[in-house]
């Protein structure tokens, strides 16, 4: 009894100095978005592309609103596997109406007050219409890993991406430009149990 209880202690304490060592292994990402004069203050999408797993799932729910005949927020990023919300705020109907390429996935009309539920299980980008409103549009993008974050220009141009494994990857910014989604690519460096910053001008 003795010998094992020596082994399930000794095991315990290999998984936290393993837990410990990974977290001593991170970094943290702050930045800046900047945009130039002429371009519309609406909100960007960050992430980075070449990190590897496996991840931590985001257990929190994503949310999109319909209100004032738009979607809110325009650009919504979720991790997959992550529920998203969609809510109608307005005091009539509207419709969520979800593609992947050129093939419809969700369809559902909803009434004021109400909400859809969706479950994305696989990567990309997403478009989501109304139909009964021909203007209203918005974008989901879903991402394998969790190291994404969204700026409000109307709020302020700052994000932050926490506990990112130490290493160079690519920070991609996300913009809406005339009906497509366009992306910027920036190389950056994470360097463990730092602060790391950078600042992207568009």
Not at 29 to 39: A, D, E, F, N, Y
């Amino acid at each position: 009894m003795m010998k094992r209880s020596i082994v399930v202690s000794s095991l315990i304490l290999y998984l936290a100095v393993q837990l410990s060592a990974a977290a001593s292994d991170t970094g943290t990402l702050t930045g800046k978005i900047k945009l130039t004069k002429g371009r519309k203050n609406e909100n960007s999408i960050v992430y980075l592309k070449g990190v590897k797993g496996p991840f931590v799932s985001l257990d929190q729910v994503a949310k999109m609103d319909q209100k004032g005949k738009t979607f809110v927020p325009h650009l919504l990023p979720v991790q997959k596997g992550q529920e998203v919300i969609f809510r109608d705020s307005d005091a009539f109907s509207h419709n969520v109406h979800i593609y992947w390429g050129k093939r419809s996935l969700f369809n559902q009309v909803q009434g004021p007050g109400q909400n859809s539920e969706w479950l994305p299980r696989r990567t990309g980008e997403y478009l989501v219409l109304c139909d009964i409103h021909r203007e209203m549009s918005a974008f989901v993008l879903v991402f394998e890993h969790p190291f994404f974050a969204v700026v409000d220009h109307q709020v302020s141009e700052e994000f932050t991406l926490e506990n990112i494994p130490a290493g160079m990857y690519t920070l991609v910014v996300v913009r809406e430009e005339r009906g497509d989604l366009k992306e910027y690519e920036q190389e950056i460096t994470i360097k463990a149990n730092e602060v790391n910053t950078v600042i992207t001008e568009l």
